[in-house]
């Protein structure tokens, strides 16, 4: 038996009519994958929006959906817009962010020189590096050819090194979106690809330089539990609501800062 005095607090919110702001991005990832880079971007953005982590194995949602029908590319990542259209391909997901958001800090303006200059670094480790790492990745390639991908990744790592120098981050003392997407090419690379010490000087300089604690994205969580979610074999439940305020990682996959976090 319940008194119908119970139900007075929660009529209200029963009686509410769903709105737009009720709808917020869903991001779609799976651990290990390119996926933390818009993750990156949206956290920076300070975006209001959903987790949903993608088992492979299963083609299934954490919340049961089939991801072959929310992206039949059948990759990630994918993102749920608020109006309930899905974006893909990573490079243009995380500029749609930027752009939703208007943070300029993480995207120029569409229209000007910085926005075409942030488009080729997006285009350039989207094909150059990105592309390289898939035959690793295979079981079914040839040892032969897992050395000559070996090869062009590290040479486009050395190009990029070069570019590094004397810069913090890749278009200049400003974190922008192709940081993000570097930073988790640079993952892999130190996983799977052996380059010469002095080739990864400055690319371990950008690492450390992205770690170290920015009033933007430490206020909000450690990189080190964010990365963690996007390891392969570990990580936080979905998600709802990354928002603000949130801080309980069993809950809301957001956490405290934790300096020097891995």
Known sequence: YIHADAFTSIRPAL???VTREDLIMKLYYAPGACSLSPHIVLRESGAAFDLSKVDFATRKTAEGEDFNAVNPKGAVPALRLDDGEVLTEGAAIVQYIADKQGATQLAPAAGTKDRVRLQEWLNFITSELHKNF??????????????????????????IDGKLAGKQYL????????DAY???????????VTLPIGERFALISLTAAIWNPRVTFT????????????SVGGGPPRARG??????????SARVAPSPGAA
């Not at 295979?138 to 040479?155: C, Q, S």
């Not at 278009?171 to 192709?178: R, V």
């Not at 570097?182 to 799977?192: E, G």
């Open 15 to 17: 009686n509410r009519r």
């Open 134 to 159: 898939g035959p690793l990745f295979r079981p079914t390639t040839p040892d032969a050819y897992k050395e000559i991908a070996r090869a062009a990744i590290a040479g486009r790592f050395k190009w």
């Open 171 to 178: 278009m200049g003392d400003t974190f922008t979106a192709p």
């Open 182 to 192: 570097l930073y988790v090419m640079t993952r892999w690379a130190k996983r799977i």
């Open 219 to 230: 206020a909000l969580l450690a990189w080190g539990a964010l990365a963690a979610a996007h």
């Open 242 to 251: 990354a928002r603000p305020g949130c801080g309980d990682i069993r809950s």
